[in-house]
């Protein structure tokens, strides 16, 4: 019992085997480890490609900074520019974050190993009384919310590979076409709205820059990937511990089946309560360190999202665009939504989940095969159990769904502003 309670305090631990080849641990460090990043136990190693990719990245991204500047004049390139710098400027950000707090993230991700084997080897006086052995239920609940992210990263990495593929070859297509239709006053296309100054001496400083554009468009993508969906994946594990804490609480004693009070059946519901608790504190340490990572940038991802989505919002009013450049700022409009939709669609199941109702976890519990001392224990879990914990970007907003209407609220009113114009 004793070496069980000092395991509760959040100690770092290697995961031990559970059965599952690919659990959320190894999912998202699958994602991470595709942007040439690994977690080590002192440092954060990166491949020797990934340094190659960062290095094209933070030039291109220094000379978007560049044109951004000198485009000040012109009100059409401003606002191209700004949409593209402010997606590649989160990208840097949040490759930062990654690098830099390297320990913190693998701090959670140990979290992620030890709550999951508390669940599957939760000791010997364990969930057994009253024949409630409910190892397969579970196996079935972490099944569950590990095949939800994995449907979950599907989807959004599909959506951020077609973004990508359309937005690199849409300037290329559209030079074709426009040579095409004969029209010669047109110059070398590029991915990127940045300043481009080799392309006045050959045309080998030319694929140079195109070579640098592309790369910075992968790995920019590749670090958005690793980073959201390691946050969303933290989201939705927490999602699901806390509905496996509710679960396991409410069976602090047993089915209730024998209305006597037994010695056995105090010992294990009292021992059950310490497991709760230690499952509960465990869970709260990981919601606080994971909103302590991300609120900042993520206040400054709501930002900049409401910019760009109004800076979206007047270009559609106010510009005369041709196909392919409608297609990409409709793609990239529906790609920042869904960002952001994702991290407010499971903020906001954190805060829900997060608490406990009157008939819920030990308030559901069976009472009435256990001693008034165990009765007490069981309500002052129930009290620290019903305290909701909210995720934040920034210092004024949280991570909800009213937020994410507030967001698109913004972005249409300064639509239909200009639409009455």
Known sequence: MSQFRKSLRGRQEEPRANGKSKNVRFLINSHILHCGLRFNETNCHTHYIAKVAIFCFIVTYMLQVMELYWSKGDQEKLFECFSILSFCGMGVMKLVILRVYHQRWRF???????????HLDPGPLSYDSDNDNDDNEIVTFITKYTDKFKRTSSILIKMYASTLVIYVLSPFVEYIFRQFRGDLNIGNPHILPAWTPLDEFSVTGYLIMV???????????????????????????????????????????GKGRICRLFKSTEVRAHYRIVFCHGIHVLLVQLIEELDRLIKHILGVYFFLATLTLCSV???????????????????????????????????????????????????????????PKIRRELVILGAGMMRPHRLHAGPFNSLDLPSFIQIVRAAYSVYAVFGQK
């Open 108 to 118: 959670l991700l140990n979290q992620v190993s030890i709550l999951e084997n508390r």
């Open 211 to 253: 070579s640098f554009e592309t790369v910075a468009c992968i790995y920019c993508v590749f670090v958005h990937v690793a980073f959201d969906l390691t946050c969303v994946g933290l989201m939705i594990f927490a999602c699901g511990q806390f509905y496996l804490l509710r679960y396991r609480s409410e069976r602090i004693g």
């Open 313 to 371: 919002a007047v270009r559609l009013k106010t510009e005369d665009m041709s196909i392919t450049q409608l297609v990409n700022l409709l793609q990239y409009m529906c790609g920042t939504l869904t960002q952001l939709f994702l991290y407010c669609k499971y903020g906001d199941s954190v805060y829900n989940e997060s608490s406990v109702n009157m008939g819920e976890g030990p308030f559901a519990a069976a009472i009435w095969v256990l001693s």
